[in-house]
Nanobody
Framework: QVQLVESGGGLVQAGGSLRLSCAASGRTFSNWNMGWFRQAPGKERAFVAAIGWGRSNTYYADSMKGRFTISRDNAKSTVYLQMNSLKPEDTAVYYC???????????????????WGQGTQVTVSS
C-alpha cells in the first residue's frame, strides 16, 4: 500500500521560498513517477510539476518554470518541490501524487496518478 505524506508548507512573504517534501512508503519508490499538484480555493486541482522514474526527467506547468524545481531522493523515498520567487497567486494546498504504473513519461493530468497525499497549505502574503 502506498502512503504519501507532505510537509514543508507554511506562510511566506511574496518573493520568498519554501521547500515541500513528500515522503512515500513502498518498496519500489524508484520506479514511480511522482507529481505535485495544487488547489486554490474555488479552483480545480492543477498540475505543478512531475518527475519521472529512471532518468528523472522533469516537467513543469508554464507558470512554474524557472521558479519551481522538482527533485527526488530514491534512497529516502522522498520527492521535493523547491519553490522560489513565490507570488500570492501560488497560495494553495499542494498535493503530492504517485504513479506506479511504469509509464514511460511522468504525467501532467490528475488521472495519471493513483495515490495522493493529504496536502500541505502554502500561503503567500503580499
Amino acid at each position: 500500500q502506498v502512503q504519501l505524506v507532505e510537509s514543508g508548507g507554511g506562510l511566506v512573504q511574496a518573493g520568498g521560498s519554501l521547500r515541500l517534501s513528500c515522503a512515500a512508503s513502498g518498496r519500489t519508490f524508484s520506479n514511480w513517477n511522482m507529481g505535485w499538484f495544487r488547489q486554490a480555493p474555488g479552483k480545480e486541482r492543477a498540475f505543478v510539476a512531475a518527475i519521472g522514474w529512471g532518468r528523472s526527467n522533469t516537467y513543469y506547468a508554464d507558470s512554474m518554470k524557472g521558479r519551481f524545481t522538482i527533485s527526488r531522493d530514491n534512497a529516502k523515498s522522498t520527492v521535493y518541490l523547491q519553490m522560489n520567487s513565490l507570488k500570492p497567486e501560488d497560495t494553495a494546498v499542494y498535493y503530492c501524487a504517485a504513479d506506479p504504473s511504469l509509464r514511460l513519461r511522468a504525467g501532467t493530468w490528475r488521472s495519471d496518478y493513483d495515490y495522493w497525499g493529504q496536502g500541505t497549505q502554502v500561503t503567500v502574503s503580499s
